[in-house]
């Protein structure tokens, strides 16, 4: 039996990932969304509550990914990170992107996007017979 064995990546995914969940749960909750979805646009806080539970799906599925493909996890992190780019930039919270908060938060697992990229075709190249 082989042992489990994950890589970085992995982890640093698996971690972001609960704290996302987190994030996603308390402003999921009524009595804790004012935490977490600040300012008074109260007409938009449904908008954006569903938008930030499709983002956490997307997630989601790179997080799976991240155990199967590595080119599949990087892409769908990245495409996560552009969405959540650009639903922070159109966002009435945010006052057209002013903040920079979401794109800040989505840094670290675009990077780790771009990692698992870097070790798809690090793979790739070792599998290549010189």
């Known amino acids: ?73 990087g892409l769908v992190f990245i495409i996560w990170y552009a969405l959540g780019w650009w639903m922070a930039a159109f966002s009435t919270q945010y006052g057209a992107g002013e903040s920079g908060v979401a794109q800040v938060l989505g840094l670290p697992m675009f990077l780790v996007g771009l990692g698992f990229i870097a070790t798809w075709i690090a793979q790739r190249r070792r599998a290549k017979p010189s």
């Open 1 to 73: 039996m082989r042992p489990f064995r994950a890589s970085g990546l992995q982890i640093t995914c698996l971690i972001y990932g609960l704290g996302y969940l987190a994030f996603t749960l308390l402003a999921t909750i009524p009595a804790t969304r004012s935490l977490i979805v600040g300012g008074n646009h109260p007409e938009s806080v449904g908008l954006e509550t569903a938008l930030v539970q499709l983002l956490f799906l997307l997630f989601l599925v790179g997080c799976v990914a991240a155990w199967q493909s590595a080119l599949v996890a």
